[in-house]
């Protein structure tokens, strides 16, 4: 069982084992990582696509709201890279500066989601009994309240806000997180290194965190990568009722929604903010995947 | 035994098998041979991963291919005057004999029923697919079978759902769907392991009664030699992917000339604990006391609403005492509660009433925060090693988690102590990074049993700590409870169904029967005359070795 060539080393500290930090988990997620090739290629691209959305005012030739009346809706050229809208503004700057408020939506909600409904999940699940009934309950009550009606009232009581809408779509995409999550809990709690944790002494708070969320994050991580392009449609929703941001800003989904009804005659206003989405969309779904496999240490090591 | 006017029914010649993956294959079966007769049980042995499974399912078209490949080999399987060859036949040939001619008992009978059928639907199945009966000609067939393998009132159970049956009586079902097709080719893999003991020693009794009865082969896969010795007219050891000596049981149990066989014998704890150095002062204070504990559990979900059905008494009225330094063995069958009163004893489980005194605190009137500090002297080991560690922790990580939450280790100083924690248990120091899912069963369970000492408990419950272990390394872990025993100066609630292991390593014997503690007593004495009808039924289904009959 064990190799007596590896029980000689009796000094303890002479080993080389690294392991002095208990956040060994992520380091070796992040190992692991860096030998999948497709979720460094997504990570790369949602890098890019972060920097080039801070940067923008500072990169662009344009600014978003530029008018050229007289060049109206043009294709792409030398000038307007990605052509022009039918105000004759240029489409690849309105992309850009599109693309920080979807991307800022879509993470800020995301992880907004993310937060409550892992911590409400892992808690219902773990707790159990009357505390998980109650919980889940109040979680069906927000399910059943129309999605629409819910945002005016909030928007209603708090005025129009951007920081607003990111807490909307979140209030929102965390009722599921929490479900699954729940689910997830409620099977891990059944099994053995629970029971052993509770032995050795460790509290609810501490079980919950060492135990139980790091066990759920393979679905976690999956939903949360279905979850942003998600998100980032329904702010185009949003804005497109006059509850989200208003023209002349600019996001990919109010580009894509104007894009459509002009899509017979200049393609190109849907083609390319739809490529940006897309590409977000695979990046994030390369990048989720290795993050799951990542985060499993079971899973084949190379 | 087997005389020479038996013919063999099946002929197995260099059967090799491997499995591809993308790591490269690895060989699972290594040129194995061997045969069965009619009317011959020949019971093939081995340790999880021997290849033993693997064998038989091949014959049957069983293994999924990809990854398994067949390399070479071939299978005579003989009916009638027909002769041929199972593992070139082709999957409509297979199927017709599988079922008809052949049939398999597996080892979890709750799995391998259908839990939407009745057990008659899925009993006249084969019937109407293989013989062409009328469903009320297969019933009555049916019925018949029922009555024969055991199962009272056959006409009104013909129409019960899975379910409704125990585990021994859900087996019983299974061996009469086998032999609903008379088939001349039984294969039984593990059928009794998860089965009670007494309820063990009825299903072996039953089925070698129907092989006699009925004169047909049957090929008994299991990984237990007890259980073999009884059952068995030749055995064959297999090793990885290797048949390493095939003979007569007599012989092979007596006279084993392979040295894995010779290890494998040796490993079945048998006889008494080898040292007796326990010697409790009668006046000293006992480390746990308990009295008069009753678990009861609500039975179903408790609703807002919802009504509460009768609650279950899983511990009732149960009192004890665990002096320092010992062992104490808590044996029963399943559902005697046995699990419960450990987790009750150790607060895992709130117990209804009673009272349990750890060196003369009461435990059960404390919050979670005031036993905290209590948790570090009573610690408890699991049964499954594979679900009592955190997959998703490493060995470092699960052993210094209770070092630093209970302050014992400092982060400067924790790994030296982890490492000289694994270097108690076994485990090389190299593998401190690994997570479990990279270890075998019995190391991991020595990563469990070093996470249990690291707080240097005084009290540890272990849970049927080595049942799902493998012969040889349930041997290795014995040794090592006992020599942590004794060197950690620890006393030990250890729980078990296993009687032969439980006299291996406990002083005293507690023996719990629905609930309740019906003897105790010293381990040997009671080993000689038990005093009680339960207890003395259960030493008596304990399949006894070969050389003690």
Redesign the interface.
């Known amino acids: ?3 007596s060539e ?2 000689n ?1 009796t000094n ?2 002479a ?1 080389s ?4 930090k ?1 956040s ?2 992520w380091r ?1 997620a992040w190992h692991r990582l860096q030998k999948n090739k497709m979720a460094l290629l997504g990570l790369g691209v949602m890098v890019t696509m972060c920097i080039a959305a801070i940067l923008t005012p500072w990169i662009t030739v344009y600014g978003y709201e530029e008018q050229n009346l007289m060049l109206g809706a043009s294709p792409p050229s030398a000038e307007h890279w990605l052509g022009t809208d039918t105000l004759g503004r240029d489409l690849l700057t309105r992309i850009l500066y599109g693309s920080r408020i979807s991307l800022a939506v879509g993470f800020i909600a995301t992880a907004v989601a993310l937060l409550i409904g892992v911590i409400y999940g892992t808690v219902a699940g773990y707790m159990g ?2 505390v998980d ?1 109650a919980m889940m309950r109040f979680v069906d009550i927000l399910y059943a309240l129309p999605f629409m009606i819910f945002i005016i009232l909030l928007m209603v009581i708090f005025g129009r806000n951007i920081l607003l809408l990111f807490l909307a779509i979140g209030a929102v995409e965390w009722l599921t997180m929490a479900r699954i999550v729940r689910g997830q809990v409620q099977s891990l709690r059944q ?3 629970v ?9 609810p708070w ?1 079980i919950i965190r ?2 139980l969320i ?2 759920t994050l393979g679905p976690v991580i999956v939903y949360t990568t279905l979850t942003i392009p998600n998100v980032m449609l329904l702010e185009s929703f949003l804005s497109f009722l006059g509850l989200g941001i208003q023209p002349p800003q600019s996001s990919w989904g109010l580009l894509i929604s104007y894009g459509v009804e002009t899509m017979e005659e200049y393609p190109w206003l849907l083609i390319f903010p739809g490529l940006a989405l897309s590409i977000t969309l695979f990046a994030l779904n390369f990048l989720g995947d290795g993050l799951r496999d990542a ?4 899973a ?1 090591k190379d | 035994m087997s005389e020479n006017n038996k013919e063999n029914i099946l002929s197995v010649s260099d059967l090799s098998i491997c499995f591809k993956t993308r790591n490269g294959s690895s060989k699972a079966v290594d040129d194995v041979s061997f045969e069965v007769a009619r009317g011959e049980t020949l019971a093939i042995v081995g340790e999880s991963g021997s290849g033993k499974s693997v064998t038989c399912y091949s014959l049957l078209g069983l293994i999924p291919q990809p990854p398994g490949v067949i390399e070479s080999g071939t299978a005579q399987f003989k009916t009638g005057a027909e002769k041929r060859d199972l593992l070139s036949s082709n999957k409509a040939t297979l199927r017709s004999l599988l079922g008809d001619k052949i049939a398999v008992i597996f080892q979890d009978p709750m799995t391998c029923l259908n839990p939407y059928l009745t057990i008659g639907e899925q009993l006249i199945e084969p019937l109407c697919q293989h013989k062409n009966k009328t469903r009320t000609q297969a019933r009555k067939r049916a019925i018949e079978l029922l009555k024969e393998v055991g199962i009272d009132d056959a006409e009104t159970r013909f129409g019960s759902y899975p379910h409704e049956f125990s585990g021994g009586m859900r087996q019983r079902v299974m061996i009469a769907m086998a032999l609903i097709t008379e088939p001349e080719l039984l294969i039984a893999d593990e059928p009794t392991t998860a089965l009670d003991v007494t309820i063990q020693a009825q299903i072996l009794d039953l089925l070698d009664d129907l092989k006699k009865q009925r004169n047909i082969a049957l090929i008994f896969i299991s990984h237990d030699l007890s259980v073999v010795a009884n059952i068995a007219d030749r055995v064959a050891v297999m090793r990885a992917g290797q048949i390493v000596e095939t003979g007569e049981t007599q012989q092979i149990f007596k006279r084993p000339q392979h040295p894995y066989t010779q290890q494998l014998l040796a490993s079945v704890p048998s006889g008494p604990k080898p040292t007796q150095a326990f010697q409790p002062g009668p006046e000293e204070q006992p480390l746990l006391k308990v009295e008069h504990l009753k678990t009861v559990f609500e039975q179903g979900k408790s609703g807002f609403f919802a009504p509460r059905p009768a609650p279950t008494i899983a511990v009732n009225d149960v009192s004890f005492e665990l002096r320092h330094h010992e062992i104490l063995g808590l044996v029963g069958e399943s559902g005697s509660g046995k699990s419960t009163l450990g987790r009750s004893v150790i607060q895992l489980i709130k117990p209804t009433s009673g009272s349990v005194q750890l060196d003369g605190q009461e435990l059960t009137q404390l919050s979670p925060k005031q036993l905290k500090p209590l948790r570090q002297r009573m610690q408890m080991i699991f049964q499954d090693p594979y679900a009592s560690l955190n997959p998703r922790m490493t060995v470092f990580d699960a052993l210094a988690e209770p070092l630093l939450y209970h302050r014992i280790a400092t982060r400067k100083n924790v790994t030296a102590q982890v490492l000289a924690l694994m270097d108690d248990v076994g485990l090389a120091q190299a593998d401190i990074r690994k997570y479990p899912h990279e270890f075998s069963g019995g190391q991991r369970q020595r990563i469990a049993i070093g996470r249990a000492i690291a707080t240097k408990p005084e009290l540890i419950i272990a849970d049927e700590p080595v049942s799902a272990l493998d012969v040889t390394i349930q041997a290795q872990i014995l040794d090592l409870i006992l020599r942590l025993v004794e060197q950690h100066n620890l006393s030990m609630l250890f729980i078990s169904h296993d009687l032969s292991v439980v006299r291996y390593i406990a002083d005293r014997v507690l023996v719990m029967h629905k609930g309740k503690l019906i003897e105790s007593g010293d381990t040997e004495t009671l080993w000689a005359n038990p005093t009680e009808t339960y207890t003395q039924a259960l030493f008596a289904a304990v399949p006894q070795r070969i050389n003690e009959k």
């Open positions: 069982m064990e190799s590896l029980n080393n303890p500290q080993t084992a690294p392991a002095e208990g060994s988990l070796d009994g009357r009934a099994q053995e290194f029971e052993a944790a509770v032995s050795i002494g460790l509290g501490a060492r135990h790091p066990n985060l499993d240490p079971r084949a």
